[in-house]
């Protein structure tokens, strides 16, 4: 079965600064990932996903994923952090290959700091 | 994406009692699901909701306790049955337009607090 994680429970950064939000995971065959992200009392939003193609995904909000396969990661990263950033994101992996599916990390906290 | 609403947006409830949660999705979709967020943890998967047909549960959580329907492809509803203070969590119902490993959306979620 496939597994993610999430090894950072918070990750602080100075706004303007760079950012990396880590992700690793556990899958047997081809990965399906996403990164969602969650606002105070609200729901979860998707950001964006890996699924085949180049491995530098863009997605919303102006934040990307690199994934890369012989580490079996896929770590969140936005050139400039912004306050707004602040929240809650989440990592996800396609439980197998015949399924829809989602299997979630345990999330890092991003306070991003003026 | 999807617009997708849940009623209630929060309730408080007594030990024992059930509650029905609504999804409403703006247009038809193939894949509905319903998660449990507990207090400062992630998601996870109740069990995913079937047009037409009995719900597909996870381990760990049965019909009695968390029926489901789905009568159409615009809307679901998750009960949780003789509730107590351990249900007490955030209850999302997500979509994905077709199968294939898509990507979900994901309602606002229903705040639960069993007392």
């Known amino acids: 079965a496939q597994s993610v994680a999430q090894p950072e429970d918070q990750v602080n950064v100075a706004e303007g600064n760079p950012l990396t939000v880590k992700c690793t995971y556990s899958v047997s065959g081809n990965p399906y990932l996403f990164w969602y992200v969650q606002y105070p009392n609200r729901g979860l939003q998707f950001l964006l996903k890996?699924?085949?193609?180049?491995?530098l995904v863009k997605g919303s909000y102006g934040f990307e994923a690199e994934f890369n396969k012989s580490q079996t990661s896929f770590h969140l990263k936005k050139p400039s952090a912004l306050v707004s950033d602040s929240a809650l994101y989440f990592c996800?992996?396609?439980?197998?290959?015949?399924?829809?599916?989602?299997?979630f990390g345990t999330g890092t906290r991003l306070q991003v700091f003026p | 994406s999807a617009v997708i609403s849940q009623k209630p947006s929060r309730d408080i409830c007594q030990r024992g009692t059930s509650l029905t949660i609504q999804c409403q999705v703006d247009?038809?979709?193939?894949?509905m699901f319903w998660y449990r967020q507990q207090p400062g943890q992630s998601l996870t998967l109740i069990a995913t909701a079937n047009q037409g047909s009995e719900a597909t549960y996870e381990s760990g959580f049965v019909i009695d306790k968390f029926p489901i329907s789905r009568p159409n492809l615009t809307f679901s509803t998750l009960t949780v049955s003789n509730m107590s203070p351990e249900d007490s969590s955030i209850y999302l119902c997500?979509?994905?337009?077709?199968?294939?490993?898509?990507?979900?959306?994901f309602g606002p979620g229903t705040r639960l607090t069993v007392t």
């Open positions: 997500s979509v994905s337009r077709e199968p294939g490993g898509h990507e979900q959306y």
């Open positions: 247009s038809q979709v193939t894949m």
């Open positions: 996800a992996v396609r439980f197998s290959y015949n399924t829809d599916k989602l299997i």
């Open positions: 890996y699924i085949t193609g180049d491995n």
